[in-house]
């Protein structure tokens, strides 16, 4: 049953990772049909985010009080529901309106479910699940295009993709049984407030070094085929090729990490990964090339693919099992944050200034990623240090 609900888990990652690419895939045909201008995605996404971050910072009482399967199970249907409305969208400002339970489902599932598997599953898994998220987000494209190239038009990839969604919904519902013993033995304590969880010894430094890595993510993920394009003087159509070598760094490195990752520990993957960042953020930097480029986009996303797990698969060693999922929801809403804004403030430092200032951007998120990640590992430190010495002594005192 644990191998079934695993397999159901890794599923619904992938179902994860489909929507995060549509939107840009189908946005140059779809803004045409529904009259929008070009930039207008901007507020579609920024919708979307902000329903993540309200589901993020809600999932702790909201796991707590349903339990994961059902909240995972009904944030799915959400999504399904949602990308289904936009197949039938013929104005802008549906797309607007149906954009909020986009982004709830999206958030609810996100965290929830990131939660479960750093409770009840090796670090191994929470690499491979994110391996997962990355298929999910390499496939959708091309369902995107095999649909755009055909008859449906982007109505139809909507449409494809949201009834993959509901026949993983139905599954999903289907396996609510197999949620139950599991969930037993985690810890069912009282929802902890917002303040609460900031006060949590290294939590603060956790969500600057999380907000760090993915506005270094998504900024790479977002102006790769730029890069190419308007300073490497690459071809528009070879840009946009080269554009998913970050994507395809990723995927390959959490396939690898997931190998390694019980043998090394969650923070020495951060550590390592961030070195790897380093390496072709240089690369990326050096003016050998294009080659030197596409070698630097591949190491760079290869370096990021252990952060983003291992800094979740740690949060319940490092702030309690009781705490995990409100500080993990905290986590998503800071990770959308930077996913969010930092991508477009680095297009205004890019069309004001130049692309060529990309590996310099990238590079000051990857030293506060590190330096605030291993201020959290301090503080944790300490704050275990004395627990364990409180312990100590109380156990001193009755032995007496």
């Known amino acids: 049953m644990a191998a079934l609900l695993l397999a159901i888990i890794y599923l619904a990652f992938i179902s994860l990772g489909l929507p995060d690419s549509l939107l840009g895939s189908a946005w140059p045909v779809m803004h045409q049909d529904l009259g929008a201008p070009l930039s207008a995605m901007g507020i579609v996404t920024m919708i979307i985010s902000a329903g993540t971050i309200v589901s993020s910072l809600a999932s702790d009482f909201l796991t707590k009080k349903f339990g994961t399967g059902v909240v995972t199970a009904v944030s799915v249907l959400m999504t399904a529901a949602a990308m289904l409305g936009f197949s039938f969208a013929t104005s802008y400002w549906m797309l607007l309106l149906i954009a909020v339970p986009y982004g709830l489902g999206a958030g609810g599932v996100d965290a929830a479910l990131n939660n479960y598997v750093a409770l009840h599953y090796k670090s ?36 494809v993709t949201s009834y993959v969604q509901i026949g993983l919904t139905a599954l999903l519902f289907l396996s609510l049984p197999l949620w139950k013993k599991p969930q037993a033995t985690q810890v069912r ?73 019980e043998k090394l520990g969650d923070r020495m993957l951060i550590r390592i990964g961030a070195g790897v960042i380093a390496v072709g953020l240089v690369l990326l930097a050096l003016p050998l090339g294009t080659y030197a480029a596409v070698a630097g986009f591949l190491i760079i996303g290869f370096g990021c693919a252990p952060v983003y797990p291992s800094i979740i698969h ?41 692309l060529a200032w990309l590996p310099l951007w990238l590079g000051a998120f990857l030293v506060l990623l590190f330096v605030m990640t291993e201020l959290c590992n301090r503080a944790v430190d300490r704050a275990h240090g004395a627990k364990n010495e409180g312990t100590s002594l109380e156990n001193a005192s009755h032995s007496e």
């Open 124 to 159: 191994r898994h929470m690499s491979w699940l994110h391996c997962f998220w990355g298929l999910g987000a390499l496939v959708s494209p091309f369902i995107m295009g095999a649909c755009l190239t055909g008859a449906a038009g982007w109505e139809g990839g909507y449409r």
């Open 314 to 354: 740690a949060t319940p060693a490092n702030f309690g099992a009781e705490n995990s999922q409100s500080v993990i929801g905290v986590e998503m809403a800071f990770a959308y944050l930077g996913t969010t804004f930092m991508p477009p403030l680095f297009g205004v430092l890019a069309q004001f200034v130049s």
């Open 189 to 261: 304590a009282k929802p902890i407030t917002l303040p609460q969880t900031f006060r949590l010894k290294g939590v603060v430094f956790l969500l600057i070094s999380f907000f760090a890595y993915s506005a270094l993510e998504a900024t790479s993920m977002y102006w790769a085929s730029s890069y190419f394009a308007g300073y490497k003087g690459a071809s528009s159509d070879l840009a946009a090729m080269l554009g998913s070598l970050f994507y395809i760094g990723l995927t390959a490195g959490r396939l690898l990490s997931g190998f390694v990752s």
